[in-house]
């Protein structure tokens, strides 16, 4: 070696081999310190209590990706920020309806079954399903009803849907989801108009019992509609099932689950990737993580709503199974309807709600 490059390395220690191996020996010891590639990363974009921390966790640890996890309480705030970009999201949770828009307007990636192994777990009962036929853009999630809940100690005469709800008696002690579609979608039931039969001229039928209904809620919250009623500020609620389902399961005298005589939305909660997203694998490699059966058990043990997952149902207790609210019988199921991509009526029932929650006619 001559005496310039022993210099060299004297004074740049990055161009010793040495120093390379030491450096070798010592990030095991202490990963956290030294600068490694970037760590891979996921971005969630998710319904609020829907994905329990320890899934994202496990995931994380056995991955070493990094996940981001951000809410929204209905498909149409999504539906918002996503196309208003920005939010760098890899993966969406959009409702069956909210799949189908997304799809038509090519919004979403194609999914790779190569990198989904476990969709074998999945009930062919919530797969190939009109709003994304062969499942080209989305997997399920959960699956659930949108429902009545009594609080039987407060209300004592029977109360077999929206129309015993609404009857005016209730009035300032009812809690609903805060969600347009949905409002709408009660209002044709009691009409008998079939939920997806949603125009401008329908909406306007919907329009007088929304008006009558409105002011007789205390509270809308879509995030966490049970608070209200385990706090006692309200006496019924139409929730999604998963809630009514933690409600029944914390006091199944006091909190009755009712599916509406006059019919009922089962929504259908997926995953999809949306086309901006930066990180596909990672995406996938999480859709797969949570079609796991220990995995998914332990979103149903969290979020008690129906799991499509038959793997994953088989680990789930008699009492889990048992829950009215997560899990309607087949007598039950045949009045149930899922909602379709309704288009350009979609902005009118948003704008309908808003304006007759703010007090116009
Ligand atoms: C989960 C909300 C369920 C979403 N917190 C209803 N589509």
Redesign the pocket.
């Given at each position: 070696m001559t005496t310039r490059l022993r210099s060299r390395l004297r004074r740049n220690p990055a161009l010793n081999l040495g120093f390379w191996i030491f450096l070798g020996f010592l990030v095991p010891w202490f990963p956290g310190s030294f600068p490694a590639r970037a760590a891979e990363t996921l971005n969630l974009f998710c319904?609020?209590?829907?994905i329990p921390r320890p899934v994202i966790d496990a995931f994380q640890k056995e991955t070493g990706i990094r996940v981001t996890v951000e809410n929204y309480?209905?498909?149409e705030e999504m539906l918002a920020k996503l196309l208003a970009g920005g939010g760098n999201y890899d993966l969406i949770?959009p409702?069956e309806y909210t799949v189908e828009a997304l799809a038509k307007a090519g919004l979403l990636l194609p999914l790779d079954r190569d990198q989904l192994p476990n969709v074998k777990n999945l009930d062919p009962k919530f797969l190939d399903l009109a709003f994304d036929p062969g499942n080209r853009f989305s997997l399920p999630w959960?699956v659930?009803t949108?429902g009545i809940v009594v609080n039987t100690a407060r209300v004592k005469e029977p109360v077999t849907g929206f129309n015993d709800v609404f009857n005016g008696k209730h009035r300032g002690r009812i809690v609903v989801?805060d969600?347009s579609r949905e409002l709408v979608s009660w209002a044709l039931a009691t009409l008998k108009i079939p939920t997806n039969d949603l125009t401008p001229a329908t909406l306007a039928k919907a329009k007088p019992i929304v008006a009558r209904w409105l002011p007789q809620i205390k509270v809308f919250d879509?995030?966490?509609p049970k608070t209200a009623l385990l706090a006692g500020d309200v006496d019924l609620g139409v929730v999604?099932s998963?809630?009514g389902a933690v409600l029944y399961r914390q006091d199944p005298a006091r909190f009755r689950w009712v599916l509406p005589s006059e019919g009922s939305h089962r929504?259908i909660?997926n995953l999809a990737i949306p086309k901006t997203c930066q990180h596909k694998a990672a995406a996938e490699r999480f859709m797969d993580f949570v079609l796991r059966p220990e995995i998914s058990k332990l979103i149903s043990d969290a979020?008690p709503?129906t799991n499509p997952n038959l793997a994953a149902r088989r680990l789930l207790t008699a009492a889990q199974l048992a829950n009215p609210a997560s899990y309607p019988t087949p007598e039950q199921e045949k009045d149930l309807e899922t909602f379709r991509d309704i288009g350009a009526t979609a902005s009118e029932v948003d704008a309908m709600v808003s304006e007759l929650k703010s007090g116009g006619r």
């Open positions: 319904w609020s209590e829907y309480a209905s498909n949770q409702s959960m659930g949108v989801v969600d879509s995030d966490s999604w998963g809630e929504f909660d979020f709503y």
